[in-house]
C-alpha cells in the first residue's frame, strides 16, 4: 500500500532568536511558533496569532492527507477497539450510608451518568448527572469532581471545557435535579466538604495556571464571597484538598515533587484556621489518615531517611514532628505505595520486586496477612470507597492477558468476592496470549523490568515487529494492566512491551531518584537497553521497534530518536515534553517552578543546564537518519504547550537525511490528555496505531503499506 502525501511538506521559517545563560548562547529558529498571547489562547483558542494557527493547520492538513491511504485500516481499528468495550457499562456501586454511587454508560455515549441507588437495592436508579447533556455543543468537555455532600442532598461538580484545565465547579440540588446559581470558575479538580455539606474548600488556579490558593465556598453564596483559608508564597509548591477517610479532618497538601506538608481544618468546624501538622523539610514527604478509634494520625512517610517509606503514629492532639513515633519501620526494597485507615484496620499497597501487594493490618493487635497473586506481571490497586467503618476492601486486579476484575475483600473473613469482571464483548480468551516479565541489562549493570504480551506460537525468531511503550519521569510507574487497544497490535503479530525504566519507581523509591535530575540520562539508557534485549531475545529486531511515550515519556521519545535511531522504525511521541531547556529555563510556565526539583535549575546552576543541554531533544536534534515520527499536541495544553512538538517537528524536518516521515498533529479543540469523549479518544488511538502498522508493514489484509517522504 503506497501512500501519496502532498508534494512538499510544511516548512516553518526560521527567525533566529538568540538566549543566553551562563555565558552560553542559544540560537532557536522556531521561537516564533510560542504565541507571545499563549495565556489568553488558553482560555480562548480562537486568539491564536493567525500566523501560528496557519502553520499548525497546514501540518494538520498535510497530516491527514499523508495519512489518509490509512483511512480504511483506521476505521478498521476503531470498530475493533470499539467492539472489546461494553458500550453500556456500569461501575460496581459503592455504598455510603443509604445509598450506593456508581457510574455507568449508554449504548452509543461519549460521556457516563453519574448514579445513584439505595444500599440494598438493585433497581431504583437516580441519574445525578448525565455528562452526555452537559457536553452537548461542545468541541471538548471533561469532568473534574463528582462529590457528594456528607448528608446526600447536594452534589457538587465541576468540568473543562476548553481542555486547558480550568474547571468551574457548579452545586447540584439533589432534590430537585437542579444546579444552583453557585458557580465556581478557575478550579482544579478535587474539593473537600465540611461535615454538614454546608461548604467545600476547593483550589483555585491563578493566571498561570499554578493552584497556589484554597477558598472555602458556602452553599447559597457567589464565589466572590469566597473566605481564603490558604495561600502558597512560594512558586515550586502547589496545593490540593482533600479529607481524611474517617470523614473528621479536611486536609491541605502543599508540595513539589520531593516535599510536602499538610494542614488540618476539623470537617465539623470549616471555618476554623487550618493548623499546620509539620513544616516542610526539604527531601521528606508525608501523607496522614486518621485513626479515629485510637485519637491518632497514621502517617505514611520518607523522614528519617527511609527511602522506601515507613509508617508513623502521632497523637491526634498534637501530631507535630516531635510527636511521631515508628509503627511500621523501614524495609529497603519494599516500596509502599499508598494508605488507607478504617475504623478497624490499616490498609497498605505495597511494591516488592516490581510486584504489587496489599497488605491489611488489624489496628487492634498489629496483626496482618497479605493479598498477591501468582502471574509474572499483573496490576492491584486498592479502592477507600466512601466509608469508614467497614469490614470490606474493594480492590481491583488485572494482567496484560487478563481483563480487570474488581472484588469486595472480607478483611476478616479473607474471604474474595468477585463483583465484576471487566466484559470484551467481541471475545477475549487469555489462553490466547503470553504475558512475560524478562531484563534488560543497562550500561552500569542495573536490571530494567520488562513487561510484555504477545499472541501464544508467535515465532520468536526476530521477525515480529514490537511497540515498546515508556515513560520514566516523576517516580509514575506504568503498571502491567490489560489494554483492550492493544491487541489490535498485538493480533497482528506484534510484541507488545513496557520498558520499567529508571525515573519511575517500579523497583522502590531508588529506581526513582536514579533517574532524575543529574541521572536522568539513565531514563534514556535504560529505554534503548530494552529495545537492544528484546532483539537479542528474539522478540523483535534492531530497526522494527516502534517506541511509545508521552508527555514526559515523549521526551523520552525525543532522547532516544537522537540517541539510537537506528534502533527503531518509528517514534509516537504524544504531547511530547522536547524543548527541555527552553521550557524550564522560563520561570513563566505554569508548571516550570515546580520542576526544578526533577530536572534540575538551569537558571541558577551551570551543572544543571549543562546536563539538561546534553539530552534536551530539541536542542539535540542534528543532520542523521532518524526513525519515521509521529508527534502529537493539543492547542491548549497548559503542561506541554503546543509549541514543544511543533518546533521539534520543525527542526527534525530540516534535519533527517534519511527518507522518512514526520508527522505533526495538534488538537485545536484539546489540551494535555486528547479527546475528552470515549469513542473520540478511540480513534485517535486507532491513527497512532495505524501509524505503527504502517511503518513496520503489518496490515490486517497482508497489505505492505510504506509511509510518505518528507520532501526536502
Not at 499563549?38 to 494557527?53: K, S, T, Y
Not at 501540518?59 to 472489546?84: D, Q
Request: glycine letters at 8%.
Amino acid at each position: 500500500m503506497k501512500l501519496t502525501p502532498p508534494a512538499t511538506a510544511p516548512r516553518a521559517g526560521k527567525r533566529p532568536q538568540p538566549d543566553t545563560h551562563h555565558g552560553i548562547t542559544r540560537i532557536d529558529d522556531y521561537a516564533w511558533l510560542r504565541d507571545a498571547n499563549w495565556r489568553e489562547v488558553m482560555r480562548n483558542p480562537d486568539a491564536l496569532d493567525r500566523d501560528i494557527r496557519a502553520y499548525l493547520e497546514a501540518e494538520n492538513a498535510y497530516t491527514e492527507a499523508a495519512l489518509e491511504p490509512l483511512a480504511g485500516l483506521r476505521e478498521t481499528l476503531f470498530k475493533e477497539m470499539k467492539g472489546r468495550i461494553k458500550e453500556d457499562d456500569s461501575s460496581v456501586p459503592s455504598p455510603d450510608g443509604p445509598f450506593a454511587y456508581f457510574t455507568r454508560y449508554l449504548e452509543g455515549a461519549q460521556h457516563p451518568l453519574f448514579c445513584r441507588r439505595p444500599r440494598e437495592a438493585e433497581s431504583g436508579e437516580t441519574v445525578l448527572l448525565d455528562a452526555n447533556k452537559e457536553a452537548e455543543g461542545e468541541a471538548y468537555f471533561k469532568i473534574g469532581d463528582v462529590d457528594h455532600s456528607p448528608d446526600h442532598r447536594l452534589l457538587a461538580w465541576s468540568a473543562d471545557r476548553k481542555g486547558s484545565e480550568y474547571f468551574s465547579v457548579r452545586i447540584r440540588d439533589l432534590g430537585t435535579g437542579q444546579d444552583l446559581a453557585d458557580e465556581v470558575p478557575d478550579t482544579s479538580p478535587g474539593i473537600a466538604w465540611d461535615a454538614a455539606g454546608k461548604s467545600f474548600l476547593y483550589t483555585q488556579v491563578d493566571d498561570e495556571h499554578r493552584p497556589l490558593k484554597v477558598f472555602r465556598h458556602v452553599v447559597g453564596t457567589p464565589a466572590s464571597a469566597d473566605t481564603l483559608v490558604y495561600e502558597e508564597r512560594d512558586e515550586g509548591f502547589f496545593v490540593g484538598v482533600g479529607k481524611t477517610q474517617s470523614g473528621k479532618w479536611l486536609v491541605i497538601s502543599s508540595h513539589d515533587h520531593q516535599t510536602n506538608e499538610c494542614w488540618l481544618i476539623p470537617a465539623d468546624a470549616p471555618g476554623t484556621p487550618p493548623m499546620l501538622v509539620a513544616p516542610r523539610e526539604d527531601g521528606v514527604e508525608y501523607d496522614l489518615e486518621h485513626d479515629a478509634a485510637r485519637n491518632r494520625f497514621l502517617i505514611l512517610t520518607n523522614a528519617d531517611g527511609a527511602e522506601d517509606f515507613k509508617i508513623m503514629e502521632a497523637p491526634e492532639a498534637d501530631p507535630s514532628r516531635a510527636n511521631w513515633r515508628d509503627v511500621i519501620a523501614h524495609r529497603p526494597g519494599i516500596l509502599i505505595l499508598n494508605h488507607v485507615a478504617f475504623r478497624d484496620h490499616h490498609i497498605r499497597l505495597e511494591r516488592q520486586g516490581g510486584l504489587p501487594r496489599i497488605v491489611v493490618r488489624r489496628l487492634a493487635d498489629g496483626a496482618e496477612h497479605e493479598i498477591a497473586f501468582a502471574e509474572e506481571a499483573y496490576d492491584l490497586n486498592m479502592g477507600a470507597g466512601y466509608e469508614y467503618e467497614t469490614a470490606n476492601l474493594r480492590f481491583s486486579y488485572s494482567s496484560m492477558t487478563t481483563p480487570a476484575e474488581v472484588y469486595d475483600y472480607g478483611l476478616e473473613t479473607r474471604e474474595r468476592v468477585l463483583r465484576k469482571r471487566q466484559e470484551v464483548p467481541s471475545g477475549h480468551n487469555p489462553a490466547d496470549y503470553v504475558t512475560r516479565r524478562i531484563f534488560a541489562k543497562a550500561a552500569d549493570g542495573e536490571e530494567v523490568p520488562i513487561s510484555l504480551v504477545h499472541r501464544k506460537g508467535l515465532a520468536l525468531d526476530g521477525s515480529a515487529p514490537c511497540l515498546l511503550y515508556g515513560y520514566g519521569s516523576y517516580g509514575i510507574s506504568i503498571p502491567a494492566s490489560f489494554s483492550t487497544t492493544c491487541l489490535s497490535l498485538v493480533d497482528r503479530g506484534f510484541v507488545y512491551a513496557i520498558a520499567h525504566i529508571r525515573g519511575g519507581k517500579e523497583k522502590g523509591y531508588r529506581w526513582y531518584t536514579e533517574g532524575k535530575r543529574l541521572k536522568k540520562r539513565n531514563t534514556f539508557t535504560d529505554f534503548i537497553a530494552a529495545g537492544e534485549h528484546l532483539a537479542k531475545q528474539g522478540f523483535t529486531s534492531r530497526g522494527n521497534i516502534v517506541a511509545q511515550g508521552g508527555s514526559a515519556g515523549g521526551m523520552l521519545m525525543g532522547a532516544v530518536a537522537n540517541m539510537a535511531p537506528d534502533l527503531f522504525k518509528g517514534i509516537i511521541a504524544e504531547v511530547p515534553f522536547v524543548d527541555v531547556l527552553a521550557t524550564i529555563l522560563d520561570a513563566s510556565l505554569p508548571l516550570t517552578p515546580p520542576e526544578w526539583n526533577e530536572w534540575g535549575n538551569p537558571i541558577e546552576s551551570r551543572e544543571a543546564y549543562e546536563y539538561m543541554a546534553s539530552y534536551s531533544p530539541y536542542d539535540n536534534v542534528r543532520p542523521q537518519a532518524y526513525p519515521h515520527i509521529f508527534a502529537l499536541g493539543g492547542l491548549t495544553d497548559p503542561r506541554v504547550t503546543y509549541w514543544e512538538p511543533a518546533k521539534w517537528v520543525a527542526k527534525l524536518r530540516e534535519a533527517r537525511t534519511n527518507d522518512g516521515v514526520t508527522l505533526l498533529h495538534i488538537n485545536m479543540d484539546a489540551g494535555h490528555g486528547g479527546a475528552s469523549g470515549r469513542f473520540e479518544r478511540l480513534k485517535e488511538v486507532a491513527r497512532v496505531y495505524a501509524f505503527a502498522l504502517a511503518v513496520t508493514e503489518r496490515h490486517k489484509a497482508g497489505l505492505r503499506c510504506a509511509l510518505p517522504l518528507d520532501t526536502v
